[in-house]
């Protein structure tokens, strides 16, 4: 029999500490490949048997996690799932040949915060050392183009240039026919 798990197209990252060899291994994996017979094969290509134990790291705040020890099927489906109710889709299991405090405090990765929206106030445009959003050109491009006034707006420069070098090129010879376009 050929075990297969459901793939679900949703990637993981998984990253395996064997405490005692001092390594640390990072999986992208299909969250669907999550399962006690994928994580008990990783387990036996790293050196650890059955009687070893795997814990996974529980985030219970910002920058810490509780210890938690995952060593049956059910467990495991438990820890996916804990895992999938959050927009973290990261899992940190420990591999340890010694049994480790269940719900010990460990530190973990802080999660990143959101950025803090501004509000559009008019009346912050005029403070000092206001700095205008990256995109502010963009929203006054879009504005403008939406304007009705706005639509007969041609660059005669550009025009300028594109018809000088034409004629230009035309004198050296460097081209063979030029059709000439009115914008």
Request: with cysteine; charged share 40%.
């Amino acid at each position: 029999i050929t075990y297969r798990p459901t793939l679900t197209g949703e990637i993981w990252e998984v990253t395996i500490i064997c405490k005692d060899k001092q390594r640390i291994l990072d999986i992208t994996i299909d969250k669907g490949a999550i399962t006690f017979v994928n994580l008990s094969h990783f387990r036996e290509q790293l050196g650890y048997s059955s009687r070893d134990f795997c814990f996974y790291k529980k985030r219970c705040g910002t920058d810490e996690a509780n210890l938690e020890f995952v060593d049956t099927g059910r467990e495991i489906e438990d820890m996916v799932q804990e895992v999938s109710n959050t927009k973290e889709r990261k899992l940190r299991l420990i591999l340890s040949k010694e049994y480790e405090p269940e719900g010990e405090r460990v530190n973990i990765t802080p999660l990143k915060r959101p950025r803090e929206i501004q509000s559009d106030d008019d009346e912050e445009d005029d403070t000092i050392g206001f700095d205008e959003s990256i995109n502010e050109y963009k929203d006054w491009l879009r504005d403008l183009l939406r304007d009705e006034d706005s639509r007969d707006l041609h660059d005669d420069f550009r025009n300028d240039t594109i018809k000088t070098y034409t004629e230009w090129l035309r004198d050296e010879g460097k081209l063979r026919e030029i059709r000439l376009i009115k914008l």
